[in-house]
């Protein structure tokens, strides 16, 4: 009776998140369109920065907005040390989606 009882007062909440790119194991495809991807860099100090210009946060997404004007299939890499917060990672990742970009993958930076 107890297990029926747990059962029907059970309630099963689907939590959100953000769906990421993952990188496979196959070499990209070549494109015939010749774009760069727009490349973000978080450091350790969650300075942003994008075409080697430290940006405030709240101008990723006009600096997207303006890369994907002139492309509209623009690529956004987000590359993240992997001392930065994720705190900043999910608001530069939003501001790009919100920018209107499709494809926006995730990479760490590699330590020396």
Known sequence: I???FF???T?????SG??????????????KQKSLPVLVK???QNEITIKERVVDVR???ANV???KAENPNTVVIVQADQDSDTDTLISVVDAAKSAGVTKVSVA???KK
């Open 2 to 4: 107890m297990l029926i």
């Open 7 to 9: 059962i029907v007062t």
């Open 11 to 15: 309630s099963f909440i689907k939590e």
């Open 18 to 31: 953000i769906a990421l790119d993952r990188p496979s194991k196959t070499p990209p495809q070549e494109s």
């Open 42 to 44: 978080i450091n350790d």
């Open 59 to 61: 101008a990723v997404q």
């Open 65 to 67: 907005e303006r890369a």
């Open 108 to 110: 760490t930076a590699a």
